[in-house]
């Protein structure tokens, strides 16, 4: 029988396993955001347009993701936005109406309704003046959502295009706000540097609600993320320009509190949501590790390399990674293997690999529900770092994980279909609008809390 | 019809108690019910951005009388919060009203700032809560000199601008039958308002705490002095 149990609201201030019984549909998002448990209904692809393939622009690609439904597994909605953005990352807002993504060479952001019609998403709005709103910030990229607004961090500036940067903050309807520059050597913005590095590089953003903490990470400027990966590789000046670190803010007052050395490109950030946890992750894409970002005995923010990723010497080039919701699985796709790896983080101090398998012939993102038993991966990571030829696969692919190995369910082929490359995917559900989702064959809410936890 | 009234007006005080219950009984709670784990950013050592307009609308208050939102805020800072009385979630509306209280019984230890301080809270549930109901819950949470309205709309169509203005997610879910249901899943969302009608912060259950509300608060006076 389906079950469909629905929670609007959750996060981390308290200790979840004692107070929520079903949680979100992501373990990776905003611990603001209005959360569905059970059954996704879609799975949004942000995707890249390619020339040759399809109509060659980016697209909102919808899959049905309900095995209830006579369509599950296929695509069943293209939203093409009119051109080639080098479409990368998305995220939905506090009560999941709309789904921002960005463009990180044309700096637009795109803003889809995906509560109208959730089959159906529509473009509701395209943000076209980020750099200039924001004072000189390039590459919108994590979109993550904040009471009533979007924080979007962004990779470069319209100075020099390097990895100097900051955030931006908007309200739900897409208005500017304000913008949070990274601390950098040469203005700490009441910072402490504590190692090496202030290179003011951006990239992912997290926080740690029950803490009032943010955490940022760094990544590399327009002039590396648009370059050829090829060339980019024998560019010695260009591999100059990689992040080397973190920073600790203080979320409340968006103050940069202490900039933390984590050499290597630390891409994405994953939050333990127990708040007895006090740490996250990251794993750094040069150096193959996976990193503690943790808060030590004397209430100080630390990082410190916990455990490689592989084998470090054969650049394997981790890219996404995502943590259970009970905090103890964390699941790490490394791009040039094309492979997904699980590793036992129980003891966050010294995680344990415990089960790999390749995937594709390249990989990026991975997205899991909120019991962890599906796992979606995805194939993109930028336009011109993607393999060539024959090594391009452009996926989506759902697997089964029961706790010991995957078992894969479907595959949908973004080339086959005309769509192009595969980037970031966001669930979405009926449910989550008081709604039945009307294409399934059992189609019945058999349980909703109300606010059902914290946010 | 008078027994049916009865009986909601001692829900609402039954809610009422079980929201004072709830401040003994904090353990796995939203932070409001509690401590704070973490000392927040000192009143004025930060910046509170403007991030939208506020909205107005025609409300229904506890005597029926018709109101403006604007008028009810007059030159205030406002803290709006929406509700409903039939909300059951200990860290839905309990919550907010309960840190509302708390906000006040701080105000009302230090009655100058009473005179530039309002609070809204505004039912999204007019089917139920009647201006009796609204004025059942005055009655539990009002006190001293800070001015706490409890409000309440003559129909969805002057509510839904309200709710759609300021983003307040809320909806009755049917089930499998097509009936709509008497809950509301909603997001708990608590707003603050400066006295130029801007929305300055916008509070959810892991940070509405009225340490945070009223360094924010001071904050925002702090700014009014500077101006």
């Known amino acids: 029988m389906m079950k469909r149990i629905i929670y609007l609201a959750m996060a981390a201030v308290i200790p979840l396993a004692s107070v929520f019984t079903v949680k979100a549909d992501e373990t990776c998002m905003s611990p603001y955001i209005a959360k569905i448990t059970g059954q996704e209904d879609y799975v949004y692809v942000w995707t890249l347009g390619v020339e040759g393939i399809g109509d060659e622009q980016d697209k909102l690609v919808t899959i049905d993701a309900n095995p209830s439904s006579d369509t599950y597994g296929t695509v069943v909605n293209v939203l093409s936005v009119g051109g080639r953005n080098e479409a990368h990352h998305s995220g939905l807002s506090d009560?999941?109406?709309?789904?921002?993504?960005?463009?990180?060479?044309?700096?637009?952001?795109?803003?889809?309704?995906?509560?109208?019609?959730?089959?159906?998403?529509?473009?509701?709005?395209?943000?076209?003046?980020?750099?200039?709103?924001?004072?000189?910030?390039?590459?919108?990229?994590?979109?993550?959502?904040?009471?009533?607004?979007?924080?979007?961090?962004?990779?470069?500036?319209?100075?020099?295009?390097?990895?100097?940067?900051?955030?931006?903050?908007?309200?739900?309807?897409?208005?500017?706000?304000?913008?949070?520059?990274?601390?950098?050597?040469?203005?700490?913005?009441?910072?402490?540097?504590?190692?090496?590095?202030?290179?003011?590089?951006?990239?992912?953003?997290?926080?740690?609600?029950?803490?009032?903490?943010?955490?940022?990470?760094?990544?590399?400027?327009?002039?590396?993320?648009?370059?050829?990966?090829?060339?980019?590789?024998?560019?010695?000046?260009?591999?100059?320009?990689?992040?080397?670190?973190?920073?600790?803010?203080?979320?409340?007052?968006?103050?940069?509190?202490?900039?933390?050395?984590?050499?290597?490109?630390?891409?994405?950030?994953?939050?333990?949501?127990?708040?007895?946890?006090?740490?996250?992750?990251?794993?750094?894409a040069l150096t193959s590790q996976i990193w503690l970002i943790y808060e030590d005995d004397q209430g100080e923010w630390q990082a410190k390399a916990v455990a490689d990723i592989g084998d470090p010497s054969s650049i394997p080039l981790p890219v996404d990674i995502s943590i259970t919701s009970d905090d103890k699985g964390l699941w790490v796709d490394t791009f040039l293997e094309g492979k997904a790896r699980y590793y036992d983080i129980s003891d966050p101090h010294a995680p344990k690999q415990v089960y790999e398998k390749v995937i594709g012939k390249q990989i990026n993102m991975v997205s899991q529900s909120w019991d962890g038993k599906r796992v979606y991966f995805s194939s993109s990571l930028l336009g011109n770092w993607d393999k060539l030829g024959d090594d391009d696969e452009q996926y989506v692919k759902l697997y089964h994980w029961d706790g010991e190995q995957l078992d894969h369910k479907w595959t949908v082929d973004f080339y086959a279909e005309g769509l192009g490359r595969a980037h970031q995917m966001r669930f979405g559900s009926y449910a989550l609008y008081g709604k039945i989702n009307p294409n399934t064959k059992l189609a019945k809410i058999d349980e909703i809390k109300v606010n059902g936890g914290l946010n | 019809m008078k027994s049916v009234r009865v009986r909601q007006i001692l829900l609402v005080?039954?809610?009422?108690?079980?929201?004072?219950?709830?401040?003994?009984?904090?353990?796995?709670?939203?932070?409001?019910?509690?401590?704070?784990?973490?000392?927040?950013?000192?009143?004025?050592?930060?910046?509170?951005?403007?991030?939208?307009?506020?909205?107005?609308?025609?409300?229904?208050?506890?005597?029926?009388?018709?109101?403006?939102?604007?008028?009810?805020?007059?030159?205030?800072?406002?803290?709006?919060?929406?509700?409903?009385?039939?909300?059951?979630?200990?860290?839905?509306?309990?919550?907010?009203?309960?840190?509302?209280?708390?906000?006040?019984?701080?105000?009302?230890?230090?009655?100058?700032?009473?005179?530039?301080?309002?609070?809204?809270?505004?039912?999204?549930?007019?089917?139920?809560?009647?201006?009796?109901?609204?004025?059942?819950?005055?009655?539990?949470?009002?006190?001293?000199?800070?001015?706490?309205?409890?409000?309440?709309?003559?129909?969805?169509?002057?509510?839904?601008?309200?709710?759609?203005?300021?983003?307040?997610?809320?909806?009755?879910?049917?089930?499998?039958?097509?009936?709509?249901?008497?809950?509301?899943?909603?997001?708990?969302?608590?707003?603050?308002?400066?006295?130029?009608?801007?929305?300055?912060?916008?509070?959810?259950?892991?940070?509405?705490?009225?340490?945070?509300?009223?360094?924010?608060?001071?904050?925002?006076?702090?700014?009014?002095?500077?101006?």
């Open chain 2, 13 to 227: 005080f039954v809610l009422s108690l079980s929201c004072t219950a709830a401040l003994v009984h904090s353990a796995s709670r939203g932070p409001g019910w509690g401590e704070l784990s973490y000392e927040p950013p000192a009143a004025g050592t930060y910046q509170l951005p403007v991030i939208m307009s506020a909205t107005n609308g025609v409300v229904l208050k506890d005597d029926h009388s018709t109101a403006n939102l604007f008028d009810l805020m007059s030159d205030r800072i406002v803290f709006l919060s929406f509700i409903f009385t039939r909300c059951s979630d200990v860290n839905g509306c309990p919550l907010a009203n309960a840190v509302l209280y708390k906000v006040q019984s701080r105000i009302n230890q230090r009655p100058e700032l009473a005179k530039d301080v309002a609070l809204l809270s505004i039912s999204f549930d007019p089917e139920f809560d009647t201006p009796e109901i609204i004025s059942a819950l005055k009655k539990s949470f009002q006190r001293g000199v800070v001015d706490w309205e409890f409000l309440t709309t003559d129909n969805q169509s002057n509510l839904q601008p309200i709710l759609d203005g300021y983003g307040q997610f809320a909806v009755r879910p049917h089930d499998e039958h097509g009936v709509q249901m008497d809950e509301y899943v909603h997001l708990l969302r608590v707003y603050l308002i400066d006295k130029k009608r801007h929305v300055r912060n916008i509070y959810s259950v892991s940070f509405l705490h009225p340490d945070i509300l009223m360094n924010d608060l001071e904050t925002l006076l702090l700014e009014s002095q500077l101006e």
């Open chain 1, 95 to 284: 009560d999941r109406k709309y789904l921002w993504a960005g463009g990180l060479d044309t700096n637009q952001i795109f803003i889809f309704d995906i509560h109208s019609d959730p089959r159906t998403p529509t473009l509701h709005k395209v943000i076209t003046d980020f750099t200039d709103k924001s004072g000189g910030l390039v590459g919108p990229h994590t979109f993550y959502a904040l009471p009533g607004r979007m924080l979007v961090t962004a990779l470069s500036n319209n100075v020099d295009h390097g990895g100097r940067t900051g955030m931006a903050e908007y309200n739900n309807a897409g208005e500017f706000i304000a913008t949070h520059w990274m601390p950098t050597d040469s203005d700490l913005r009441g910072a402490t540097k504590s190692g090496q590095f202030a290179d003011g590089y951006g990239y992912d953003v997290r926080v740690k609600a029950d803490m009032n903490v943010m955490l940022t990470s760094s990544f590399t400027g327009w002039s590396n993320y648009m370059m050829d990966f090829g060339q980019m590789l024998q560019d010695g000046a260009a591999m100059q320009r990689f992040g080397n670190t973190m920073i600790v803010w203080d979320m409340h007052a968006r103050q940069p509190k202490k900039v933390l050395d984590v050499p290597g490109t630390p891409l994405e950030i994953r939050c333990a949501w127990d708040p007895s946890n006090r740490y996250c992750f990251t794993s750094t």
